[in-house]
């Protein structure tokens, strides 16, 4: 039963991970996962049976996610940019109190909303230096390319794990959205491949560092934490491409509907920790 629901699980990280703007571990904080991934992931090599068999469903229902659903996802986004978007903007609105909560249990200090104001103006800042118009078309097989994917992996990776941070919308800052979505539904194995040893580098990379800080610092990265999710509400909201597909009366109250809709779903999910 646990290998089924944390499957489930994965696909909802890996979903959110194709989304610019949309975090994949402020899901994994929202279902309740995050610091068990975290913690197993750095004892991947020093416990491995049981690490192994918590992140295994993970990992497959993220690999299902991305490569069975980018093309639908891809078709809401190109066709209904406005409530899709704005669902992920309530889940992820919907999860504050729940980080906010996490991040409070032993008390709040100065320095904690410090940490929270840093944070959040380091997403609006990326946020911000976006180039909707640059992009590197990237189709073909070569030593260069693979390089370049398996870089690409490997920061995209690290923003990945880190929540309120898109590791999506890294690679749209790096210009490589286009070519990762077309290599994604054209299962080109070997760009996917260097892709693939990107992600894995950078996510063991990134989540000792987060280990480290959770255990000397747990109040204050999970106050930095709350900042990086509040701040990725602001660069969804913001961006011209949430709404792309215009507004009408009928797609403000389908994106109000989407947005409540997400929110509670996130109340509901983020209530179920022990599952973590």
């Known amino acids: 039963m646990n290998f089924l629901l944390n499957f489930v699980k994965g696909i909802f990280v890996g979903v959110a991970n194709i989304i610019p703007g949309v975090s994949g571990g402020t899901i994994a904080v929202i279902l309740g996962i995050f610091d068990r991934l975290?913690?197993?992931i750095n004892s991947l090599f020093t416990n491995f049976k049981k690490s192994f068999l918590y992140l295994l469903p993970i990992g497959l229902g993220a690999v299902?996610?991305?490569?069975?659903?980018?093309?639908?996802?891809?078709?809401?986004?190109?066709?209904?940019?406005?409530p899709t978007n704005y669902f992920f903007v309530g889940l992820v609105a919907g999860s504050i109190p729940l980080i906010y909560g996490k991040a409070s249990c032993k008390g709040v200090k100065p320095g904690h909303i410090?940490?929270?104001?840093?944070?959040?103006?380091?997403?609006?800042?990326?946020?911000?230096?976006?180039?909707?118009g640059s992009s590197v078309n990237i189709?073909?097989?070569s030593v260069t390319n693979a390089a370049i994917f398996?870089?690409?992996g490997a920061i995209a990776a690290a923003a990945m794990v880190i929540p309120g941070i898109s590791g999506s919308f890294v690679l749209v800052l790096l210009g490589l959205y286009p070519s990762v979505l077309k290599a994604l539904n054209t299962f080109n194995i070997?760009?996917?491949?260097?892709l693939g040893i990107g992600i894995v580098l950078g996510v063991l990379l990134i989540s000792k560092l987060i280990s480290i800080l959770m255990e000397k610092a747990y109040s204050v990265t999970y106050f930095a934490i709350?900042?990086?999710?509040?701040?990725?509400?602001?660069?969804?909201?913001?961006?011209?491409?949430?709404?792309?597909?215009?507004?009408?009366?009928?797609?403000?109250?389908?994106?109000?509907?989407?947005?409540?809709?997400?929110?509670?779903?996130?109340?509901?999910?983020?209530?179920?920790?022990?599952?973590?």
């Open 64 to 82: 299902v996610g991305i490569l069975a659903l980018s093309r639908l996802l891809g078709f809401c986004l190109e066709n209904y940019s406005f």
């Open 190 to 194: 070997p760009l996917l491949l260097s």
């Open 226 to 276: 709350l900042g990086l999710i509040i701040g990725s509400l602001y660069s969804i909201a913001a961006d011209p491409a949430t709404y792309a597909s215009g507004f009408s009366v009928s797609s403000v109250i389908v994106s109000v509907i989407t947005f409540i809709a997400g929110f509670f779903l996130a109340l509901i999910l983020g209530r179920d920790k022990s599952a973590s």
């Open 150 to 152: 398996l870089g690409a």
């Open 139 to 141: 189709a073909e097989m």
């Open 38 to 40: 975290i913690t197993s």
């Open 114 to 132: 410090v940490s929270t104001v840093i944070a959040f103006a380091v997403v609006v800042l990326i946020s911000l230096l976006k180039d909707p």
